[in-house]
């Protein structure tokens, strides 16, 4: 079948069983990758929604029931036949933090309900504090269970429909984040059988949340203003008021060391050279954490239960708490002018709690610092477990807690603790700031300020030893009548005994297993070598059926910038026909592209166009020599048998660049064919974003995974061709020939198709992707990481991201720089016009089409960096360096250019330009580029000071400039244009005077 096969537009056949999906050529759609592009769309609305009141993200609730109508789901079955729930309140929770008031609020409704069973559910949306959260719940006594943390968002889905029909619980609580898509699915598809006994915590009471409009739930209200509100948007919506309170009696929570800490420049740099970079950071954060639950520890011995106001007639210490969104940097009412204020007034001390940002502390000590204030009178205590207790120890006198957008919790805590409260008065403002204050969270008697001159005039003069004390004495009532762990109990207990029972019917009964569930361990046999024909395609198949045409591809000359002559030719791909076929009793091994059929043939796509003369067999791999048509294939014997599989195996599946280019691509077209439920069949030692893209391409597909060298007996066996090939080339100071790389165009197509799953995100535009392998070690990369932050770059190590995090990173790149290696391999997911720059070195046999074929294929404009190479045996895999002055040109050329003001700054900007001119022009015959705009206006410009600071300089100021080193350089003086500048024409003249 050749290609004129799909002239007709219709795509490939449909796919062989009744269970078979149709699917698009060029396209993936999943539920699992629609998921995953909404969380993205869902993040960054939450984000952009922050700070502005509103109570609902526009359009991301009706999305979600989209997805959840569209989803092909089975129904939520308990799995067993218990006559009746064994739990009675559920807590589906995203994750939980030592501070804020998300864990103490959790940890409230469970110690006011203790003749109740607890279970807590963590969606696993979010794992930055897996550990801790789990800690905290095992110390409470409370059972918690959490998704596996490297699953995709899809299978953590599925896992939490799963555990919910298995607790069948009377009541589920709904303490989630503002973002958590998972949590607000399952709530979604629970709501109509749950109704009121569904309970949406409005914890978020600033942040808008998806879950805003589950009508069927109730809706728990932290305060009275949030209450009214959701009562003026939905006014049929099931709301109860329950304000946040603070237990003393609370057993404090243990620390633990999952936050991690940013290194120092020079502990950052000594950590890499000595290849120690992941153990130093452990090392240094488990030293800071210890420092920290030391401190925390003898805190909490000190002051609890220790409920005494500060002395009215001592020295004041104001106090502000928040996390930072909370604050303003600029502006009338920026953090630094007040807490200046407040020292200038009358406070001896200020201490703000929560996390502060490096540029958050920095423009506070500078306003410290301008208004002539010791910087020792500020502290900065950080995240704790418990704001009362640090303004206890620290013995504030006045709390101002967070503006212009308040906290609830904080101002509960310090009520507790008899500490009078400053409010931000925004009266005359609208609704939405005076929402945002929190104006009625808070005692009858405060100190009421409008702005930093009102502030300054209340603290100097209305804040007497008398006052101070009636303030503390209204805190310390209005935690008692409204706030308390007696109160919170009582209204609790009032809303649980108004909700009806959870019938046993409410979920099917059912002792089925998940669908398409296989064992997880197989037998090996003993070791086997024999010699079998070889095979190249699936023609001999069952029903094979052609996935993407063939077609030719022309691939450009590679740009190369370096310092010596590197030219290598443009070539032509014949990429061949793509077809998927079922194979009956084949034999599989696991780290072989290839496989055994039933007629003990040999079928290894990746060894069509062998040539022994250029290329080298794959190692480790199973095939050991190829000859006259024969292989040798050494394995181990099969023992067990499964009825079915999609055959997702490879040489170098262990590989992120190849499994991705070469085995997911051949997975994909297999999967066109097998039935839903068939399991993948893959490799036991890939990196877990292989496994993540497997799930996230093919959800309906379980993955079933084998030992390298190990064989399988599969009844049914799915297998396609090999479109995508990246061949090991034999030592040779000649360019790799065309047979050593070739990249399928339908196939890059559809890989490139998942990067709608960051689409609509929030993403770096300048990125440099870290390596931190010790194969072809870029030893300046340190040099070359401050360089680049300096300009706006983030440094990203993406073996440390999710495959779909990675596929997020990617979304908005406008610049990628990055070592030639297995983390380039996400430019797939790189818009169209991203400029990529690969750094490679220049030892001979160094392909360098590796990264421009692919990203002429997307649409990106890619350039290589050439860099010299350590000489020695290692060949291409050999240490190398990339000079700073042939990326930096690359880097600098979207950034302002203005013209230095000495002279000896101009020749060197004028010398410095010359090289930035080869770079940029490919002074070496290989075309990299032109110039970019404003560059000649630029050039032209430095020749014009240059000439006239020359000219006006008499003696020793003129043999200083003639000794520069521009002079020095003849080649670099000629290819200025220095000498020829008086022959300029007008024009030229006049756009260096305008660029001036």
Request: hydrophobic share 45%; charged share 20%.
């Amino acid at each position: 079948m050749s290609k004129d096969d799909f002239a007709d537009g219709a795509g490939p056949p449909g796919p062989v069983g009744a269970q078979a999906r149709p699917g698009k050529d060029r396209d993936l759609e999943t539920t699992a990758l629609r998921l995953e592009a909404l969380f993205t769309k869902v993040r960054a609305a939450v984000s952009a929604g922050v700070g502005k009141g509103g109570l609902e993200l526009p359009g991301m609730d009706a999305s979600c029931r989209a997805l959840l109508a569209d989803a092909d789901l089975p129904a939520l079955s308990r799995g067993d036949d218990r006559p009746a729930p064994g739990v009675e309140n559920l807590y589906l929770v995203t994750e939980i933090y030592p501070a804020g008031g998300h864990r103490l609020l959790l940890e409230q409704l469970i110690r006011s309900r203790p003749q109740d069973r607890h279970t807590v559910v963590f969606t696993g949306l979010l794992n930055r504090t897996r550990t801790f959260s789990m800690t905290r719940m095992a110390d409470l006594g409370v059972p918690a269970v959490a998704p596996d943390p490297q699953a995709v968002l899809w299978d953590k889905w599925m896992w939490l429909r799963q555990r919910l029909a298995a607790e069948a619980p009377q009541r589920v609580f709904l303490l989630h984040h503002s973002e958590d898509v998972l949590a607000t699915l399952v709530a979604q598809e629970i709501a109509p059988a749950y109704g009121r006994r569904l309970i949406v915590v409005r914890h978020a009471d600033t942040v808008a949340s998806l879950g805003a409009d589950l009508m069927d739930a109730t809706h728990l209200a932290i305060r009275p203003a949030q209450k009214a509100a959701l009562a003026r948007r939905w006014p049929d919506l099931g709301l109860h008021l329950l304000p946040l309170c603070f237990d003393a009696d609370a057993p404090a929570p243990r620390v633990v060391a999952e936050t991690p800490v940013v290194l120092s420049r020079a502990t950052d740099f000594a950590s890499r050279r000595l290849r120690l970079r992941r153990s130093a950071r452990e090392l240094l954060r488990q030293g800071v954490w210890a420092g920290r639950r030391a401190k925390f520890s003898t805190l909490h011995r000190v002051v609890t239960h220790r409920r005494s106001a500060p002395d009215p007639s001592g020295a004041l210490v104001t106090a502000t708490c928040g996390t930072e969104h909370k604050f303003a940097l600029t502006g009338p009412l920026a953090l630094p002018r007040v807490l200046v204020a407040c020292l200038q007034a009358k406070a001896r001390r200020h201490v703000h709690i929560g996390p502060a940002s490096p540029a958050l502390k920095s423009a506070c000590y500078a306003a410290l610092r301008e208004a002539g204030i010791a910087r020792n009178r500020l502290c900065f205590a950080g995240e704790v477990p418990s704001v009362a207790m640090v303004l206890q120890w620290h013995r504030v006198g006045l709390f101002l807690g967070s503006f212009p957008v308040g906290g609830a919790l904080s101002r509960a805590e310090a009520a507790w603790a008899g500490i009078p409260i400053a409010l931000l008065d925004r009266k005359a403002e609208d609704d939405t700031a005076r929402y945002m204050s929190g104006t009625d969270f808070a005692p009858e008697q405060v100190l009421r300020w409008t702005g930093i001159d009102d502030l300054t005039r209340s603290l100097e003069n209305d804040l007497s030893p008398q006052r101070r004390a009636m303030l503390g004495r209204a805190s310390r009532e209005w935690y008692d009548r409204h706030l308390s762990p007696e109160q919170f109990t009582k209204s609790l207990d009032a809303l649980v005994q108004s909700l009806p029972s959870l019938s046993s019917s409410a979920f099917a009964s059912s002792g089925a297993n998940s669908p398409g569930a296989v064992p997880r361990a197989i037998a090996s046999g003993a070791p086997l070598v024999e010699c079998l024909p070889l095979r190249f395609g699936p023609e001999a198949g069952q029903a094979a059926t052609p996935i993407h045409p063939a077609s030719s591809v022309r691939v450009a000359r590679p740009r190369v910038v370096a310092t010596g002559h590197i030219a290598q030719e443009s070539q032509v791909w014949e990429t061949p026909l793509v077809r998927a076929a079922c194979w009956t009793d084949a034999v599989a091994v696991g780290g072989a592209d290839g496989f055994v059929t039933d007629g003990g043939a040999w079928i290894d796509p990746g060894l069509e166009g062998f040539d022994p003369h250029h290329i080298r067999l794959r190692n480790p791999g199973p095939v050991r020599d190829l000859k006259a048509g024969r292989v040798d294939v050494a394995r181990l014997a099969a023992v067990d048998c499964i009825p079915a599989a999609v055959l997702a195996c490879g040489c170098y599946s262990h590989n992120y660049y190849h499994f991705l280019l070469e085995v997911l691509p051949r997975a994909l077209a297999a999967a066109r064919i097998a039935p839903s439920g068939t399991p993948i069949l893959t490799e036991d030692d890939l990196p877990v974003q292989c496994y993540q893209a497997l799930r996230l391409a093919l959800p309906d597909h379980p993955v079933f995974r084998i030992a390298r060298n190990q064989s399988l007996t599969v009844n049914r066996l799915y297998s396609a061709g090999m479109g995508t090939i990246v061949n090991d080339t034999l030592a040779s100071p000649a360019p790799p020939p065309a047979i050593a790389l070739r990249y399928h165009p339908s196939l890059v197509a559809e890989l490139a198709s998942l990067r709608k799953a960051g689409q609509g995100g929030e993403s770096p535009k300048r990125l440099f992707l870290w390596r931190a392998s010790r194969a072809r070690t870029l030893r300046n990369a340190v040099a070359l990481r401050h360089r680049l932050e300096e300009r706006g770059f983030h440094v990203v190590d993406t073996s440390s991201l999710s495959f779909a995090d990675q596929i997020r990173l990617m979304a908005n790149a406008e610049v990628v720089v990055a070592q030639s290696g297995a983390q380039l391999t996400n430019i797939l997911f790189a818009p169209p016009g991203c400029r990529v720059i690969a750094l490679f070195s220049d030892a001979p046999g160094i392909n360098y089409r590796l990264w421009s074929a692919l990203g002429g294929l997307l649409g990106h404009k890619v350039i290589n960096i050439a860099g010299p190479h350590v000489h020695g045996p290692s060949g291409i895999h050999a240490d190398f360096s990339v000079p700073e002055d042939l990326l930096l040109p690359l880097i600098d050329v979207d950034l302002p250019h203005p013209l230095p003001f000495g002279v000896s700054d101009i020749l060197s900007g004028l010398s410095d330009l010359c090289v930035s001119a080869d770079v940029l022009t490919g002074s070496w015959a290989v075309v990299a580029g032109g110039t970019p705009r404003g560059f000649a206006a630029r050039l032209s410009g430095l020749r014009r000071g240059a000439v006239s600071g020359v000219a006006g300089a008499e003696g020793s100021a003129l043999s200083e400039l003639l000794a520069h080193r521009f002079f020095a350089d003849y080649g670099r003086n000629l290819r200025s244009g220095f000498m020829a500048f008086a022959d300029q024409d007008a024009a030229e003249r006049a756009q260096a005077a305008r660029a001036v």
